[in-house]
């Protein structure tokens, strides 16, 4: 009996530690599960969030990359566009050089004289002239009734007059330089030359 006991003991105690090694390897299992499924988790999350970086830093390279392209595009096209203004009105003003070989040309600096000679009225003035229009300058001064001289300026270019009143402070400019420049925003603006 006293073996039967200790049979049924060791039974007892295999049986037990059946049990506990079933749930220690049950446990085991579940915790392994557990950790497992936690490191695909940070896994999963830490490449997302690399991935998130790598795209973040990705596209901020390509940002930079396309704001300097985008700028140097525009810089470029302001070369061109300012290129292409300045043919332009150095086109203008050989066309006005050729128009101040002309009768015409002689007229109408002979009608802007009679203008200037009207606003300084009987004061006196100094007139300036391209140095090609020199030949013109009797006929110049008789428009005026105050003292007046004419005189070659090297400022003038092109062609016309300018005129100054000492007693008003006034220049009175109709020179084709200064006009032809007036036109030059306003050639920018219209001309749909513009850089964006």
Do not use: P
């Amino acid at each position: 009996m006293a073996r039967n006991k200790t049979d049924n003991f060791l039974r007892a105690i295999k049986k037990y530690a059946k049990a506990q090694s079933t749930l220690l390897q049950t446990e085991v299992k579940q915790l392994k599960s557990e950790r497992l499924k936690e490191a695909e988790e940070k896994a999963r999350r830490d490449s997302e969030r690399l991935i998130k970086d790598k795209l973040h830093e990705k596209r901020s390279h390509e940002l930079a990359i396309l704001a300097k392209k985008t700028q140097e595009g525009q810089r470029e096209l302001f070369v061109e566009r300012s290129r292409m203004t300045d043919e332009v009105f150095r086109n203008a003003a050989n066309k006005l050089l050729d128009f101040t070989n002309t009768d015409e040309y002689r007229q109408k600096l002979l009608g802007s004289a009679k203008e200037i000679a009207g606003f300084f009225e009987n004061k006196d003035c100094v007139l300036y002239v391209n140095e090609r229009d020199l030949d013109l300058a009797d006929s110049i001064k008789n428009f005026f009734a105050g003292n007046s001289e004419v005189m070659a300026d090297k400022t003038i270019k092109i062609g016309g007059i300018k005129g100054y009143c000492a007693d008003m402070a006034v220049i009175a400019d109709e020179t084709l330089d200064t006009k032809l420049e007036a036109q030059r925003e306003w050639f920018i603006e219209n001309a749909t030359l513009s850089v964006q």
